[in-house]
């Protein structure tokens, strides 16, 4: 990645950060005046000694109480800074975070398929590193910049020569540090790509521990995830062991800074001429040093941050490709009030594509009237989830409308509701659903409004999750102790705990034993509401009232008996 596309990255994040800048700029400043206060300590000590050993005078009144003061300024200052960037990197860390996931709550479920692993990553691992960058990093890179070019104007002031050898040090300081920051930015990509790939594996084989178990993965899964440590781990050291060369080379520059300010101001004090031509105070001659020091000093961290910067800058790209995932479905500018009342399901030609290759639906319409129970059937792949994602508006057609309809047949396009209006009138049972950590309640409440336990418990009554789970009971990971027909018990309990007007149901009854088919079929068939239910099985699709034929070109409707 280069300079252009890095500054990109970096910027693509701003609009997320922007009511930070104050937190940033004070961060900057706090540091900066610390930096500066340690760097006037050193050079005030030298100072000190310089006049203590060549004047023979100790350090007057003034001095005692400029130095007093500063110490106080630097432990203040130093307290303040932790301070300050530790509140900054919250707030980014919360910003970037929310952005995130609003991003992805957007655009997902995308039309591509995606990693959840990745997307993890970026969310935690990318966020906590650029965290670390903008309530950090940036403070620091901005207080050694002004600390160099403090010391370097003092002391080319004091004497230009010594400004000159310090510039010139500076530079081979930086140089040689940017020049080795290539190689260590390939190895950095490598290192990233490799543990990227490795924890990638990991969360396919916890995901799928059951597989991994039933196929007898694990001894391959162990093997193939060591190889890959190994290898990741081989080039860590590698380019661990070219920083260690990098400051050999930054410590022998150092030196031969200090000796070339000594040659220069000895010079210029005329120690090697008696004191002809003197321009100088041999008593400057130990601050001098010392300035010098302080500007190279802050040159290598200024460079050593830089050149430390290429794994943020893979970060903040990744977490800038998150923010800006193009949103699945837009916003109204002017939402449209929704009546009261039972609500229909009205598809007007509507077309849909995954990928430009295939369409999956193409001027397709159905209707489905307040109150009726409507299966939908057709074979697997012929569009049944998407149509029931098209009506909970996960994405919008590319071509017609979705419409919600009251009882006197007027239409209300999803796309011009308010996210509210639609989640408060419109529940979806998914056949993946998830059930999220924490306790049934937590699950049921979830994004809906708040509901006494009375209500909830009949609920869970009405759904047959009674005597096997309680409210306060934790259901782990996507209710991982819990039965493929308990969990679809649970998802339907969410749904109706929102009390919608249309209920859409894909696929759920799928794969349940014929008992829970019976039960869940009977929960949905006393739904008193609109409901679309995709599926595949007669025995759910004979409780609907009407059965909507996918594959007919109109949307034209079949009677039961013919499946
Ligand atoms: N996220 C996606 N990205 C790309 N293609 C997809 C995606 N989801 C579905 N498809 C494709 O769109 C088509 C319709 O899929 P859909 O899941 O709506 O069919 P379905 O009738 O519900 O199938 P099934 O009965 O097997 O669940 C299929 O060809 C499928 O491969």
């Known amino acids: 990645m280069n300079t252009a596309s890095a500054l990109r990255a970096f910027r693509a994040l701003l609009p997320a950060l922007r009511p930070e800048w104050r937190g940033m700029l004070r961060s900057y400043l706090v540091g900066t005046a610390s930096a500066l ?18 004047d023979r005078t100790p350090p007057g009144a003034a001095w005692w109480v400029l130095v007093g003061g500063l110490v106080l300024a630097r432990t203040v ?29 957007r655009s997902v479920p995308g039309r591509r398929r995606e990693h959840s692993g990745r997307a993890a990553a970026v969310a935690m691992g990318d966020i906590e590193k650029l965290e670390f960058f903008y309530a950090h990093t940036v403070a620091q890179l901005g207080a050694s910049i002004t600390v160099f070019l403090t010391t370097l104007i003092t002391a080319s002031v004091l004497l230009p020569e010594a400004g000159a050898v310090m510039l010139g040090g500076s530079a081979v300081v930086a140089t040689t540090a940017l020049y080795w920051a290539r190689t260590a930015r390939r190895l950095g990509e490598r290192e990233q790509h490799e543990r990227s790939a490795l924890s990638e594996r990991i969360v396919d084989a916890l995901g799928a521990l059951r597989e991994v178990l039933a196929y007898r993965l694990a001894s391959r899964i162990i093997a193939e995830t060591d190889t890959a440590t190994r290898r990741a781990t081989a080039i860590t050291r590698r380019r661990e062991l070219l920083a260690q060369l990098v400051t050999a080379v930054r410590e022998l520059v150092v030196t031969a800074v200090v000796v070339g300010v000594i040659a220069v101001s000895a010079a210029a004090a005329g120690v090697l001429t008696d004191g002809a031509d003197a321009r100088l105070s041999p008593a400057l001659l130990p601050a001098l040093v010392a300035l010098a020091v302080a500007g190279v000093a802050a040159t290598t961290e200024a460079t050593t941050t830089l050149t430390q910067l290429h794994p943020l800058i893979a970060s903040a790209g990744r977490v800038a490709a998150g923010l800006n995932r193009p ?15 039972p609500l229909g399901l009205r598809f007007r030609d509507v077309s849909f594509a995954y990928d430009s290759r295939r369409p999956t639906l193409t001027a397709w319409s159905a209707e489905v009237a307040p109150g009726e129970h409507a299966g939908l059937a057709g074979p697997s792949g012929a569009g049944k989830s998407t149509v029931i994602a098209l009506a909970a508006r996960l994405w919008d057609p ?6 919600l309809v009251t009882a006197d047949g007027a239409g209300f396009p999803v796309s011009e509701l308010d996210d509210t209006a639609l989640r408060g009138a419109v529940a979806l049972v998914d ?5 999220f950590h924490g306790t049934v309640r937590d699950n049921l409440l979830r994004g809906g409004r708040p509901r006494p336990d ?11 999750a009674t005597g096997w789970i309680g409210l306060d009971d934790d259901l782990g990971e996507d209710g991982v102790r819990l039965s493929g027909g308990q969990k679809a018990r649970l998802c339907l309990a969410r749904a109706l705990a929102r009390r919608p007007r249309v209920l859409l149901v894909d696929e759920v009854t799928a794969s349940l034993d014929p008992d829970t088919e019976q039960a869940i079929s009977d929960v949905i ?25 996918i594959t007919a070109p109109t949307g034209r409707d079949r009677e039961p008996s013919v499946l």
């Open 37 to 54: 206060a340690l760097a006037a300590l050193t050079v005030l000590t030298a100072w000190a000694v310089g006049h203590a050993v060549v």
């Open 431 to 435: 056949q993946d659903a998830t059930l």
């Open 454 to 464: 009375s209500d909830l418990a009949a609920v869970l009554a009405r759904v047959g």
């Open 525 to 549: 068939a006393d739904f008193d509401g609109t409901v679309l239910i995709a599926s595949h099985r007669p025995e759910t699709l004979a409780r609907c009232d009407r059965i909507i034929d």
């Open 327 to 341: 949103p699945v479905v837009t916003v109204p500018r002017a939402p449209r009030r929704l009546p009261d009342g």
């Open 77 to 105: 200052l130093t307290w303040q800074e932790m301070d300050v960037s530790h509140a900054l990197a919250y707030r980014v860390l919360a910003r970037l975070r929310m952005a995130l996931f609003d991003a992805y709550a």
């Open 398 to 403: 590319s071509a017609g409308t979705v419409e």
